[in-house]
């Protein structure tokens, strides 16, 4: 244990010294200012939607006029004209023109463009469908909700990039970090004088990681506690957040054993936290689940995050992440314990 | 061998980079016995630091047999380098640390006493850059820093390489007699060298090292005495001119030429003249150290 401590104490230093402390406060500090001030609470990503009539409307027309008057984010315009020129304006209107066409109402549909065919399919129907109510059987339509209560929707779209934000900083910061002490200390040759001392490259190497888990905790701590507030379940993301540090710094380990300085490894350093990041994309559009990226370890760990701070009850996700990161863990520190000592005994 | 206990065994030793027959070291054996100084010394590339490397484990030992301090390298513990103390000859130093951190940080990782990091630091001239970070030292003061940190846990054998390398006749001079004391006091020391000087000086026994093999092993007086012509270097003057000759003290022809001289000229001066160790190196291996 002294000499761990020893280690700890060194690590720590050396990752002061080298303004890793000051570069993870500044990014939480930012990304504080982000959540807090910059990122607002609402933003709407439904399309704005203007409407005007030419001619004499039946009363079929009318039912239609009725159910766009009566929808959020509806609005009348005067004519096709000015639809037109709005929507130029901005780009995520569409308007409609509804007429009469040989004595039947007739609805015109103005998009921008980009819309894709099943969009287009969907408004069409629903306008068929509001034109001829009497086509739609209702009784077969059933809603079925799984959790009344989930409040995933109620969270305020500033708070919902937190977790991205804890993804971002402790875990895939740590990652970076770790490599570059590593590469650092293989640069200096300092490994081998502590090589011929009697600790072991195992202890060497996992007082790395706990001072990464440590900038990590810091750091959640932080964001957390200056976004969202105290009420979170301090406990499950802790262990979260440790299991994702963990397992970003064995893997940066990973790597890192398998290079001897940090120009030959930067691609697969780079391309690798590309990689891992990727299902942020699925954090804000969760239709984009497609396997390649459901299978990845930090697909898990984005969710059990938002979890542990916006629990809705899954809180499974979160104890299958922090087993399956840290089984990963155990895999890539052995492995690159082994692969080290031997590159290390090959210089 | 000088005798005594044997701290250092090395027998039948062959290391391979590529596993393969292209040995870097082969058919390499030594003894070193307790407060010996045993010089390893030969050209860059000649298998000094592979020999060193498997001696304190930063190479597997891949055929051969070597003992340290009585431990079989094979199968020895990590405890095993409580007693032992290496000083690289490149630099290898936290550069953000101070030079009093260096030391106490690797302090720690000894289970057995360790010297006061300010105490080292102070034998070997660096008291006033004690607390400047390593990284604003200059290459000597480098080469000091880790020459100290390799004294921190009073090792019993130390393994040292170019230990003057690229320092100041001054601090030469410290280096060298902190390493006589340290054998007075019977450390066993390992000298990795291709400076004669310092191995001549320092050396109870040397081993001449080329293309992985040992050419030689002995004192470095007795390898003069064995292969080292003896010779007089006389000054005269002979006709009203100064004069000045080397004559062998072996060969019969010349011993009479010497007599002649001494019975016939003003002889002015005589100094006997010695080989030294690189001249002996080079006769018996027929390589230059570089």
Request: include cysteine; proline fraction near 3%; charge should be neutral.
């Amino acid at each position: 244990m002294k000499r761990l401590f020893g280690l700890l104490k060194k690590d720590a230093l050396v990752a002061f010294r080298n303004y890793f402390f000051l570069i993870m406060l500044i990014a939480a500090f930012l990304l504080i200012i982000a959540a807090d001030f910059l990122i607002p609470e609402k933003a709407s990503m439904d399309a704005k939607v203007l409407y005007t009539t030419e001619g004499q409307q039946s009363d079929k027309a009318k039912l239609l006029l009725g159910m766009l008057e009566s929808e959020e984010g509806a609005k009348r315009a005067d004519s096709k004209a000015q639809i037109i020129d709005s929507m130029k304006k901005d780009k995520n209107t569409i308007g409609i023109v509804v007429r009469q066409q040989n004595g039947e109402p007739a609805v015109e549909i103005l998009l921008q463009g980009y819309e894709n065919e099943k969009s287009k399919r969907a408004l069409a129907l629903s306008f068929g469908a509001a034109l001829n109510p009497q086509n739609v059987d209702y009784s077969s339509i059933e809603d079925v909700v799984l959790q009344q209560s989930t409040g995933i929707n109620d969270i305020p779209l500033n708070k919902s990039f937190v977790p991205l934000m804890i993804f971002v900083e402790p875990v895939m910061l740590g990652f970076i970090f770790l490599a570059t002490l590593i590469f650092m200390e293989k640069e200096e040759g300092t490994i081998k004088a502590y090589l011929v001392s009697p600790i072991r490259i195992g202890e060497y190497l996992i007082s790395k990681v706990v001072v990464m888990l440590l900038l990590a905790l810091i750091s959640t701590i932080l964001i957390t506690s200056f976004t969202v507030g105290l009420q979170v379940n301090w406990l499950l993301l802790l262990l979260t957040v440790a299991a994702g540090s963990i397992f970003g710094s064995t893997l940066a380990m990973f790597i890192a054993s398998l290079f001897d300085s940090l120009s030959k490894a930067m691609v697969w350093l780079i391309v690798t936290s590309l990689v891992l990041t990727v299902p942020m994309a699925a954090y804000f559009v969760p239709s984009f689940s497609p396997r390649a990226v459901t299978i990845m370890p930090t697909y898990n760990l984005l969710f059990a995050i938002r979890e542990a701070i916006f629990p809705s009850g899954s809180s499974m996700i979160i104890y299958q992440n922090i087993g399956g990161l840290l089984a990963m863990s155990i895999i890539l520190y052995g492995a690159s314990t082994l692969i080290y000592k031997r590159s290390l005994l090959r210089d | 061998m000088t005798g005594g206990i044997e701290m250092i065994k090395v027998r039948d030793l062959y290391h391979s980079y590529n596993n393969n027959e292209q040995y870097a070291v082969k058919n390499v054996s030594f003894e070193i016995a307790k407060g010996e100084i045993f010089g390893f010394l030969g050209p860059s590339g000649a298998g000094k630091s592979t020999t060193q490397k498997i001696l304190i484990g930063l190479l597997p030992l891949q055929k051969g047999n070597v003992t340290v301090d009585g431990a079989d390298v094979r199968k020895s513990s990590r405890e095993l380098f409580d007693s032992i103390g290496v000083s690289f000859e490149r630099p290898n130093v936290y550069k953000k640390l101070t030079g009093v951190e260096n030391l106490k940080f690797y302090s720690e990782m000894f289970g057995v006493p360790t010297e006061d990091p300010l105490k080292l630091l102070k034998m070997v001239g660096l008291e006033d850059a004690a607390h400047k970070k390593a990284g604003e030292y200059s290459k000597g003061m480098l080469q000091r820093l880790v020459f100290a940190r390799s004294m921190i846990n009073n090792p019993k054998i130390w393994f040292l390489d170019e230990p003057t390398s690229g320092l100041d006749p001054n601090t030469t001079s410290m280096i060298k007699s902190i390493i006589r004391e340290k054998q007075k006091q019977g450390t066993t020391i390992f000298l990795t060298t291709h400076n004669m000087h310092i191995a001549e000086e320092l050396c109870d026994r040397v081993a001449f090292i080329t293309n992985g093999e040992i050419s030689a092993i002995d004192s470095p007086r007795s390898l003069k005495l064995s292969f080292g012509e003896r010779l007089v270097a006389v000054e005269y003057i002979e006709d009203g001119k100064s004069k000045k000759e080397t004559l062998s003290m072996v060969d019969a022809g010349q011993k009479q030429r010497l007599n002649d001289l001494i019975t016939r000229c003003k002889v002015e001066t005589m100094h006997t003249q010695e080989a030294t160790l690189e001249e002996i190196f080079i006769k018996i291996t027929g390589k230059e150290l570089k």
